[in-house]
């Protein structure tokens, strides 16, 4: 397992496109961090009631909105990363020598995860870059640590799941594709269930305009009506599940982690524990399938 383990971590390091996608998500972060910061300083907007408290804004309104640019560079290293693996014979090569695929796959999945971490930790280091225009976050260091930890654990359980597609699908180019796609339409889900969530309990269509009797103009708001698009109980709590085990969920809980209607809708024990079930049940059907693959 150690050999394993060196020879991937080797790769790793010597892997050029794993520190392209690192040097650019970290540049991302920092640019996007601080041109955000900025323009909410400067144009609050409507909801600057939200992210700003006593007058300053918080840097959680912006400091977490590229987990899912996270979750879709992801996938790409994964699938190049491991796709090489069976392309060029190394996988044969590995088992050859007497490595048991157990250990092969324990290797991958450690060596994935250890990759998505320093995605993870370049993300959080270029959102450093709002601090000097926004101060220090709303919710303290630990408060910060306890969100950065949420989202450690859903890039590894996003890792998990991947690790296991890589070893279904073999050849390079396809795993690529279906990975990236996969990434997207995940996230896309967790934005549907994210938007469905937020939608109000009673709505209204406006304001009537007519004229009163001196001539005046008077605006009266119609008398809210209950919303079609709202979601009841049960399956409401069912939605907030899903959400929150979803990563991308979690991605896009983290990015509105300001709101106050995100504050509704967050199950932050509830995620933590969701992101380690799914990195331990993907990884126990990993090493299943694996051990009883043909490998041509």
């Known amino acids: 397992m150690r050999n394993l383990l060196s020879a991937n971590f080797c790769r790793l390091l010597k892997n050029k496109l794993f520190w392209f996608l690192t040097l650019c998500l970290l540049v991302w972060s920092a640019v996007s961090s601080y041109d955000n910061a900025c323009n909410l300083i400067n144009n609050p907007g409507p909801y600057g009631d939200i992210v700003i408290g006593m007058g300053v804004a918080v840097p959680e309104s912006v400091c977490f909105d590229s987990g899912p640019v996270v979750l879709v560079i992801i996938p790409v290293f994964a699938s190049m990363f ?3 693996e069976f392309s060029d014979g190394t996988m044969r090569n590995k088992i050859i020598v007497g490595n048991t695929r157990g250990r092969i796959y324990l290797a991958n999945f450690i060596t994935v995860s250890a990759g998505s971490l320093i995605f993870c930790a370049a993300w959080h280091i270029g959102s450093l870059s709002a601090l000097p225009v926004l101060g220090i976050w709303r919710a303290g260091v630990f408060g910060w640590l306890l ?3 949420k989202s450690a654990l859903f890039c590894v359980a996003f890792s998990a799941v991947l690790c296991l597609i890589s070893h279904i699908i073999t050849n390079k180019a396809a795993v690529a594709v279906f990975e990236i796609v996969f990434a997207l339409a995940v ?3 967790g ?3 994210y938007n469905s969530l937020l939608e109000p309990e009673m709505a209204s269509n406006g304001v009537t305009i007519s004229t009163n009797e001196n001539g005046e103009t008077v605006m009266q708001p119609i008398a809210p009506h209950p919303n079609p698009e709202y979601i009841p109980e049960p399956q409401r ?3 907030k599940r899903i959400l929150n085990a979803l990563p991308s969920g979690q991605a896009i809980l983290l990015a509105n982690t300001a709101s106050s209607d995100e504050e509704q809708l967050d199950q932050p024990l509830y995620a933590y524990c969701a992101s380690i079930a799914i990195t331990a049940a993907f990884t126990v059907i990993g090493l299943m399938h694996f051990k009883h693959k043909d490998l041509k």
Do not use: A, K, N, R
């Open 187 to 189: 996230i896309m889900l």
């Open 147 to 149: 969100l950065v930890l």
């Open 237 to 239: 709590s069912v939605y």
């Open 82 to 84: 491991l796709g090489t």
């Open 191 to 193: 934005s549907l269930l």
